[in-house]
């Protein structure tokens, strides 16, 4: 088998950490291994296959001779350096919100349209996390019956800001336990037991950032327009696991029966919907796992064709590292890397 030399570009954050390890995992084939982060992290070591491997600064010259690069370092470093990378021969799968929406670049979730890394130009966008797992449950509906529309609202996980929330939220749970007074620097507001109905920034129209993703993606990623979504998107005090409640309205009516079986087939994901027993999605059975989880699948009564599900996944692995080296693995499954 052919192997090939890969950067993982923000090596050091919480998404390259982690698709490092996913690298490992999956046994992708791997010649070398080239871990890039900022200049202040240049001279780190990160672990790859039980072995310490020195961080480079990323800069466009070190892409030369990379034939894949995973970018999670923000949208700033992807606008910056990912057209390098991709000039200098690398395919560029990008975690950023810099090129999701480009229609030269193919959004992809692998389980929902592998079809359209065909005739990539050398960079590919990886999904909003809370995007991606919402889809992977989404398309297998769709296909049976037609989502006409989508209300979602979601209670996401901090480690979707980064490592500098996850230690905010360790320290400000403490501080409160303690009764002492907390100041936060990473969220507006105190995350320990609180709920903040904010993700990203505001526009004009009142909503955020993160429910216009999760809007624009969902249309793009399922090749339909016509699809209407509406998003509230909420951060909650939990370290990992995106959980969503969603509502489906459809052309052709389901019941939940038919969609606990549509879904028991479809890849990727996994039906835990057994109320009478207590089991349903708990974004701590989900963390560290690379599956989606869907359960609470049952009758809207308020319409003639709704659904009600509630969707789970591990927004560092699903949402983000985990999708990208799926992408990684159908671009040399398909001879397209």
């Known amino acids: ?18 698709m490092l390890k996913v690298l490992e995992e999956r046994n992708f084939p791997v010649k070398k291994i080239v871990p890039l982060a900022s200049a202040r992290s240049q001279g ?3 672990l790859f296959r039980g072995r310490a491997v020195r961080v480079e600064e ?16 923000g949208k700033g470093v992807s606008l910056e350096l990912a057209p390098e990378a991709v000039k200098r021969g690398a395919v560029v799968v990008d975690n950023s ?6 229609q030269a670049v193919p959004l992809v979730v692998p389980e929902v349209n592998p079809e359209a890394l065909r005739g990539h130009q050398g960079l590919i966008a990886n999904p909003n996390c809370s995007t991606i797992q919402m889809v992977v449950v989404l398309k297998p509906l769709h296909d049976r019956a037609r989502v006409r529309r989508v209300v979602v609202s979601t209670y996401q996980a901090v480690s979707g800001t980064g490592l500098e929330a996850i230690a905010e939220l360790e320290a400000q749970s403490a501080a409160v336990l303690e009764g002492k007074d907390v100041e936060p620097s990473v969220y507006p507001y105190q995350i320990a037991f609180n709920v903040l109905p904010h993700i990203d920034v505001f526009d004009e129209t009142g909503y955020t950032l993160e429910e216009w993703k999760m809007t624009r993606e969902t249309k793009k990623i399922m090749g339909d327009d016509s699809i ?15 959980s969503e409640a969603v509502n489906v309205e459809t052309e052709t009516k389901l019941t939940p029966d ?3 079986q ?7 994901v996994v039906v835990v919907d057994d109320p009478a027993h207590l089991k349903y999605p708990l974004a701590v ?50 001879g397209l890397v």
């Open 1 to 18: 088998m052919k192997e090939y030399t890969v950067a993982v570009v923000g090596a050091t954050g919480a998404v390259g950490q982690t």
């Open 44 to 46: 780190q070591e990160v």
């Open 58 to 73: 990323a800069r466009p010259e070190v892409f030369q001779g990379i034939d894949l690069a995973l970018f999670s370092a």
């Open 97 to 102: 919100n810099a090129f999701r929406m480009d």
């Open 228 to 242: 209407a979504v509406t998003a509230t998107t909420v951060r909650v005090p939990v370290f990992y696991g995106h």
């Open 258 to 260: 038919e969609a606990r």
């Open 262 to 268: 549509i879904l028991a087939q479809a890849p990727g």
């Open 285 to 334: 059975q989900a963390a560290g796992r690379n599956e989606v989880y869907v359960g609470r699948i049952r009758e809207d009564f308020s319409i003639a064709r709704g659904l009600n599900l509630w969707i789970v996944a591990d927004n560092v692995r699903k949402g983000a590292a985990f999708n990208a080296v799926q992408i990684a693995e159908r671009l040399v499954q398909d």
